[in-house]
């Protein structure tokens, strides 16, 4: 059973589209995340919610809006997609608090093409 | 804010050797968490290794171990008897402990390591 799981793991699109990815996990854990991997593979994080509440935002733009409906699911609407907003993003979770030196475990990723 | 230095962007080792990575961070904190995880070709992010700034011990996972220097803010990765499998993206990163605040993960830009048969 993959515990973090994304979908879709590869999408396509146009700018000026809107797309959503979506990530559950089944460990248990209340926190999840989302991180950014540019085309040079620098990783960075976007956003983590704590049982359905948004704890880090990290001066992401506002066509980014992650929503929590409950603490195994994190997903991630983007709209209005510009040509710099290709990347894989990453989901993961972590037991809370992870700065307690809990794991983050990373979902598969999913990679973003806008054209 | 606390970052994360790995100054060698590509490294390669004969298969069977042993390799070392290196990482250095900033920081004025003095409880924190250090991580090393692999990224293959799969793209799939997994821990390698992780360390606790307080323990003075340093890790050790199978054929990974970690050489963690507080005073010098290094922590660095060897890997033992290298296999094929070894070949991925190696990010070190960072995490504050408690009194820092944000439970982010901040990572290095990366290493990619080769193993050659």
């Known amino acids: 059973d993959t515990a973090v799981s994304q979908t879709p793991k590869y999408l396509v699109t146009q700018m000026g589209n809107d797309k959503s990815i979506k990530c559950e996990q089944n460990l248990g854990h209340d926190t999840m995340y989302w991180y950014k991997q540019d085309s040079k593979k620098f990783l960075k994080i976007m956003f983590s919610y704590n049982n359905k509440e948004l704890i880090i935002n990290e001066t992401v733009p506002n066509r980014f809006s992650p929503k929590s409906p409950d603490k195994a699911h994190l997903n991630l609407h983007i709209n209005s997609l510009e040509l710099g907003d290709s990347a894989v993003y990453f989901c993961?979770?972590?037991?809370?608090?992870?700065?307690?030196?809990?794991?983050?475990?990373f979902g598969e990723g999913s990679w973003l093409t806008v054209v | 804010a606390q970052t994360v230095t790995q100054s060698q962007p590509e490294m390669s080792v004969q298969e069977a050797e042993t390799v070392t990575l290196s990482c250095t961070y900033d920081t004025s904190e003095s409880n924190y968490y250090l991580f090393w995880y692999k990224q293959p070709p799969s793209r799939q992010m997994i821990l390698v290794i992780r360390?606790?700034?307080?323990?003075?011990q340093n890790a050790t996972e199978n054929r990974f171990s970690v050489n963690f220097q507080k005073a010098a803010k290094s922590f660095s990765l060897k890997i033992s008897d290298s296999q094929l499998g070894d070949t991925a993206m190696y990010f070190c990163?960072?995490?504050?402990?408690?009194?820092?605040?944000?439970?982010?993960?901040?990572f290095g830009k990366g290493t990619k390591l080769t193993v050659n048969p």
């Open positions: 993961a979770s972590s037991p809370r608090p992870a700065h307690y030196g809990n794991t983050i475990y």
């Open positions: 990163a960072f995490m504050n402990g408690p009194q820092g605040g944000s439970e982010k993960l901040v």
């Open positions: 360390q606790e700034a307080y323990k003075q």
